[in-house]
T-cell receptor, first 113, second 115 residues
């Protein structure tokens, strides 16, 4: 079974803190993705990566950065957390083919106070 | 522009009745379509996908979806709903504007199955 794990299920941070969310996949997938999910807005793509050290902006990259130093690990960084970044964050991975399925981690519910 | 729409925010069904969750799409190339389910406080689980071939696609947990090219639809169906099917359902389409593997997701439809 494909396994995508995320470092925390729940996280509470304060405004201005630097926040790291980590994602690890064990299927040797080339693609990895970070989404945020908000009620009524569905899933919105923040960043994705199709190879080690490669990254591309998604639809809503402002206020976020990412790091992919190893193929299996993709980190999302909130440089200075703000209350409007309170959300559910979902990581996903897939092979680098257009028909492949994305597999999701359990999600991290981040609250910024 | 590519897009996917789920016209119903919520669908209510009685247990044992058939259910349909609707999805329509707009793409510039071949439509690769996906359905995912999300249970409360969980990540998304893959249900099924249409790439090519038979218009009726069978997936996990007894779900199936019918691809209709003329109506640009990919509705999710199940002949007999269970209370445990209550969850949030997302339709997604391959994004031809982005890199390979990117998906565009609908806003989700909450399915509520009552006993």
């Amino acid at each position: 079974d494909v396994k995508v794990t995320q470092s925390s299920r729940y996280l509470v941070k304060r405004t201005g803190e630097k926040v790291f969310l980590e994602c690890v996949q064990d299927m040797d997938h080339e693609n990895m993705f970070w989404y945020r999910q908000d009620p009524g807005l569905g899933l919105r793509l923040i960043y994705f990566s199709y190879d080690v050290k490669m990254k591309e902006k998604g639809d809503i990259p402002e206020g976020y950065s990412v790091s992919r130093e190893k193929k299996e690990r993709f980190s999302l960084i909130l440089e200075s957390a703000s209350t409007n970044q309170t959300s559910m964050y979902l990581c996903a991975s897939s092979f680098l083919v257009s028909t492949d399925t994305q597999y999701f981690g359990p999600g991290t519910r981040l609250t910024v106070l | 522009a590519q897009s996917v729409a789920q016209p119903e925010d919520q669908v209510n069904v009685a247990e044992g009745n058939p259910l349909t969750v609707k999805c329509t799409y707009s793409v510039s190339g071949n439509p690769y379509l996906f359905w995912y389910v999300q249970y409360p406080n969980r990540g998304l689980q893959f249900l099924l996908k249409y790439i090519t071939g038979d218009n009726l696609v069978k997936g996990s947990y007894g779900f199936e979806a019918e691809f209709n090219k003329s109506q640009t639809s990919f509705h999710l169906k199940k002949p007999s709903a269970l209370v445990s099917d209550s969850a949030l359902y997302f339709c997604a389409v391959r994004d031809y504007g982005g890199s390979q593997g990117n998906l565009i997701f609908g806003k989700g439809t909450k399915l509520s199955v009552k006993p």
